[in-house]
């Protein structure tokens, strides 16, 4: 049976170890609550905004938030679509599933949309990973034998016994190795990470970890092209464990400063509308994060009834706040005041 050459370190453990206690603060200090629509999204775009820009993509924090809110952006045509595209790869997100080897080519497929024409699908020719100066610093294997080496690597990371912190990083160094698409392996590859995390602790679904790798990018590099030369991938594992403590113990200062920006925002529209009650503005995060819940849906989310729900959404359209979109069967609302 096919099993991908790696050693288990002290190292690893010890950072095991780490990543788990933090898991536990966070998750004691989120008690049951979901994080809240606003440091989603912002861990989002921020995710989205540096596994981009380890691509090469120049478009900077900004645009991409824009790009994300609907706002019209000036910049490269194939740079903006590569923001859309990932947006809605990570949207599909809950609907993968990570065991799945159908799924990562479906989220390629959305990933790739437009920008390679064989989106989805592994690919026909050779590829090599080249540097600024032209030199090859990595030959993937020939065309013909990557369905047999993803199908023998999906089936390791199926079977496996080992934790998934391990096994999620091996797999994103395998399919790096394997280099199984035209192009988008780089970012496919840290996206197939985080499915697999977020199947073990559902925090990693919205965590930044990409900013991290962003901030040691020439690291990232340079960890793949020693674990080639060793031809085991020990070093980018111990190397990926790292950038996922780093994440989370950065977590408490996100947290702080997303409470921060939605008191900020909930005091002014407090200002703008006093008329509207707290559980208005509860059923408008909800809007905001999800503007195609059903009036049921958004109950459920915010402990109402649909029938509270309704009258509440009526309040936020008169007072401006949002507007419908489409049909009242097939549409969605959207905000429009923030």
Same mark, same amino acid.
């Given at each position: 049976?096919? &099993?991908?050459? =790696?050693d288990?370190?002290?190292e690893?453990?010890?950072? !095991?170890s780490e !990543? %788990?206690?933090?898991?536990?603060?966070?998750?004691?200090?989120?008690?049951?609550?979901? +994080? %809240?629509?606003?440091?989603?999204?912002?861990?989002?775009?921020?995710?989205?905004?540096?596994?981009?820009?380890?691509?090469?993509?120049?478009?900077?924090?900004?645009? @991409?938030t824009? !790009?994300i809110?609907?706002?019209?952006?000036?910049?490269? +045509?194939?740079?903006?679509?590569?923001?859309k595209?990932?947006i809605?790869?990570?949207?599909?997100?809950?609907?993968l599933?990570?065991?799945?080897?159908?799924?990562?080519?479906?989220?390629?497929?959305?990933?790739? &949309?437009?920008?390679?024409?064989?989106?989805?699908?592994?690919?026909?020719?050779?590829?090599?990973?080249f540097?600024?100066n032209?030199? *090859?610093?990595?030959?993937?294997?020939?065309?013909?034998?990557?369905?047999?080496?993803m199908?023998? /690597?999906f089936?390791?990371?199926?079977?496996?016994?080992?934790? +998934?912190?391990i096994?999620?990083c @091996?797999?994103?160094y395998?399919?790096e =190795?394997?280099?199984?698409?035209i192009?988008?392996?780089?970012?496919?590859?840290?996206?197939?990470?985080?499915m697999?995390?977020?199947?073990?602790k559902?925090?990693?679904?919205w /965590?930044?970890v990409?900013?991290?790798?962003?901030?040691?990018?020439?690291?990232y590099?340079?960890?793949?092209?020693? *674990?080639?030369?060793?031809?085991?991938?020990?070093?980018?594992?111990?190397?990926?464990?790292? *950038?996922?403590?780093?994440?989370?113990?950065n977590?408490?200062?996100?947290?702080?400063?997303?409470?921060?920006?939605?008191?900020?925002?909930?005091?002014?529209?407090?200002?703008m =509308?006093p008329?509207?009650s707290?559980?208005? =503005?509860? @059923? /408008?995060?909800?809007?905001?994060?999800? +503007?195609?819940?059903?009036?049921?849906?958004?109950?459920?989310?915010?402990?109402?009834?649909?029938?509270?729900?309704?009258?509440?959404?009526?309040?936020?359209?008169?007072?401006?706040?949002?507007?419908?979109?489409?049909?009242?069967?097939?549409g969605?609302?959207k905000?429009?005041?923030?």
């Amino acid at each position: 049976m096919y &099993k991908p050459p =790696f050693d288990i370190t002290s190292e690893m453990l010890h950072l !095991i170890s780490e !990543i %788990s206690e933090q898991v536990g603060i966070i998750n004691m200090r989120l008690g049951e609550n979901a +994080p %809240s629509p606003y440091l989603r999204k912002k861990s989002q775009i921020k995710t989205i905004h540096s596994s981009l820009a380890i691509e090469h993509n120049s478009l900077s924090l900004k645009q @991409v938030t824009d !790009i994300i809110d609907g706002k019209r952006v000036l910049g490269a +045509p194939d740079e903006i679509q590569e923001v859309k595209n990932a947006i809605e790869a990570y949207r599909l997100m809950p609907e993968l599933d990570a065991f799945k080897e159908k799924d990562l080519q479906k989220a390629h497929a959305l990933m790739m &949309k437009d920008l390679v024409k064989q989106a989805g699908h592994y690919r026909n020719d050779g590829v090599g990973v080249f540097n600024g100066n032209g030199n *090859c610093l990595h030959m993937a294997p020939p065309a013909d034998r990557v369905p047999q080496l993803m199908g023998d /690597l999906f089936h390791w990371v199926k079977t496996t016994k080992e934790h +998934p912190l391990i096994h999620s990083c @091996v797999f994103h160094y395998e399919f790096e =190795f394997i280099h199984p698409f035209i192009d988008g392996n780089g970012r496919m590859g840290r996206f197939w990470q985080t499915m697999l995390l977020s199947r073990w602790k559902g925090i990693f679904a919205w /965590l930044p970890v990409e900013t991290i790798v962003k901030e040691h990018q020439q690291d990232y590099y340079n960890v793949i092209a020693k *674990c080639d030369a060793a031809g085991n991938s020990t070093a980018f594992v111990e190397f990926m464990l790292r *950038c996922l403590l780093d994440a989370m113990e950065n977590y408490e200062d996100t947290e702080e400063e997303i409470v921060e920006l939605h008191d900020k925002l909930h005091d002014k529209l407090h200002d703008m =509308f006093p008329g509207l009650s707290e559980k208005a =503005f509860g @059923v /408008l995060e909800v809007l905001k994060a999800h +503007p195609g819940l059903k009036a049921e849906e958004i109950g459920v989310k915010v402990s109402l009834s649909e029938r509270q729900v309704k009258t509440y959404i009526n309040a936020l359209k008169l007072a401006g706040l949002i507007v419908r979109v489409g049909s009242n069967k097939t549409g969605y609302w959207k905000v429009i005041r923030i």
